[in-house]
């Protein structure tokens, strides 16, 4: 049966620090990978997995200034989410970010909404 989280019950935290105004988080992890073919076939003898690179956003409501000095400063962070939903949960890490850019939009009889992409060294799953 599938593990279905939900927002109201879930946190997300930047360096510990609980980020508030959070709209949604997203995020997408993809490896490297080459297929090694043997000469005079064509089909696939092995395959060489190499880098893996995690992305995301972090989509909050108005701005968050320390997200802001992050992209400033060039700092490095980490972002833990619990993922919860009744009594199931998962808690999923994201080491050694850092921000790539930020998106800010505002429309008539909105609020403000900034996009943060990130990018993480990995991200660890833990039920």
Known sequence: MPQVFTAFKSEVKV??????????????TVKNRQQIGA????????????LKIVTGKLRVASINKTLDGFLQGNTEFSISATLKHGDASRKVTFDACFLEDKE????????????????ATRVREED
Do not use: C, K, P, W
């Not at 360096?15 to 997408?28: A, H, K, P």
């Not at 008539?108 to 992409?117: K, L, V």
């Open 39 to 50: 000469i005079g076939t064509d089909e696939r003898i092995a395959v060489y997995f190499g």
């Open 104 to 119: 800010f939009s505002m429309v008539t009889e909105g609020h403000a909404e900034t996009i943060y992409s990130f990018s």
């Open 15 to 28: 360096n510990e620090e609980t980020l508030e105004g959070l709209q949604s988080i997203e995020y997408s």
